[in-house]
């Protein structure tokens, strides 16, 4: 299994610009994030999913989308690029929800984001 | 409002020297419980988690956690820390979600 991946690994863009970042995992997850990682405050949550065809918001979603069409890709959009999206992005994933409690999450290798 | 508190920014300890972090939540239910470590430039690797029973749990790399609910808190311990250790560990809490701490930069002198 190749876990959870994130493509790109580094990219650039300039203010306004759009872009999406890819997440796939190959473990048959139900539940995936995205966390966002800046110095000094951790990983805060922008989006999740508990299936296909369902996504809700977490801590700081704004300026981001997601969509949830197969249980293996989690993509999250950026439809117009500001330098305050300057960070690292974490997709994650974890097995069925128990209890609706999310369970250990598997973590992809992260995209640096730069945003000019 | 749910929180995750590390109330340590930055921690330095000697090599050899026993280890302490902290970390306090704010739920509604006691929630499940982790410790990830992120080394420079890396994704996040779990450490440790504790979802029911014993309040004590082991996890890899020699750690250990202890669940406290009068204290709401779930601290990480190891009694000899090693130089390959050092690296920033983030206490989360999950529900509905996971939410993480700001995390716990730590530094072993030789």
């Known amino acids: 299994n190749a876990g959870v991946t994130q493509t790109p690994k580094f990219q650039v863009l300039k203010t306004g610009q759009s872009m999406t970042l890819q997440c796939a995992q190959d473990m048959n997850h139900e539940y995936m994030s995205w966390y966002r990682q800046d110095p000094g405050m951790g990983l805060r949550l922008i989006h999740y999913?508990?299936?296909?065809?369902?996504?809700d918001q977490g801590e700081v979603p704004n300026g981001y989308n997601v969509s949830r069409s197969t249980t293996e890709d989690f993509p999250l959009r950026l439809l117009s690029a500001a330098p305050s999206q300057t960070s690292v992005y974490f997709c994650?994933?974890?097995?069925?929800?128990?209890?609706?409690?999310?369970?250990?999450?598997?973590f992809g290798p992260g995209t640096r984001l730069l945003v000019l | 409002a749910q929180s995750v508190t590390q109330p340590d920014i930055h921690i330095t300890v000697s090599e050899g020297a026993s280890l302490e972090l902290r970390c306090n939540y704010s739920?509604?239910?006691?929630?499940?419980l982790f410790w990830y470590v992120q080394s420079p430039g890396q994704g996040l690797q779990l450490l440790l988690k504790?979802?029911?029973?014993?309040?004590l749990v082991q996890g890899i790399k020699g750690f250990e956690a202890e669940f406290k609910r009068s204290q709401s808190s779930f601290n990480l311990r190891k009694p000899s820390v090693h130089w390959s250790d050092a690296a920033e560990y983030f206490c989360?809490?999950?529900?509905?979600?996971?939410?993480f701490g700001a995390g716990t930069r730590l530094t072993v002198k030789p």
């Open positions: 504790y979802f029911s029973g014993d309040t």
């Open positions: 994650a994933s974890s097995q069925n929800r128990d209890r609706g409690q999310t369970g250990t999450q598997y």
């Open positions: 999913s508990v299936g296909a065809g369902i996504t």
């Open positions: 989360a809490v999950a529900y509905n979600d996971m939410r």
């Open positions: 739920y509604g239910a006691t929630p499940y």
